[in-house]
Nanobody, 126 residues
Framework: QVQLVESGGGLVQAGGSLRLSCAASGRAGSIYGMGWFRQPPGKEREFVAGITRSGSSTYYADSVKGRFTISRDNAKNTVYLQMNSLKPEDTAVYYC???????????????????WGQGTQVTVSS
């Protein structure tokens, strides 16, 4: 079992930055793929970014490419999402996800991830 806990969400003005963190515990050392998803108000959850265990392969949704950066520190069992140039449409609950079986990117479907965090709210004001 793996437990994921997100942190770093909050309220920020448009154009600002936030860094989300996701700490994994349990059998975290065996995790291969990790990703970030988000669910805007009144909409379905969508893929944001994903990363393989080594960090050598990443993948981004077109809507965040060039503004968001996913990274990971395996020594800390933590994955990060650096979000720059934030827009009001980035407002959402952001979820961290992980799976033992993801070896390559892209892995952008919810069913590809077995473990999920509880989410952290990001609100971008205009």
């Amino acid at each position: 079992q793996v437990q994921l806990v997100e942190s770093g969400g909050g309220l920020v003005q448009a154009g600002g930055s936030l860094r989300l963190s996701c700490a994994a515990s349990g059998r975290a050392g065996s995790i291969y793929g990790m990703g970030w998803f988000r669910q805007p108000p009144g909409k379905e959850r969508e893929f944001v970014a994903g990363i393989t265990r080594s960090g050598s392969s990443t993948y981004y949704a077109d809507s965040v490419k060039g503004r968001f950066t996913i990274s990971r520190d395996n020594a800390k069992n933590t994955v990060y999402l650096q979000m720059n140039s934030l827009k009001p449409e980035d407002t959402a609950v952001y979820y961290c996800a992980a799976d033992y079986n993801i070896l390559a990117m892209p892995a952008k479907r919810e069913y590809q991830y077995e473990y999920w965090g509880q989410g952290t709210q990001v609100t971008v004001s205009s």
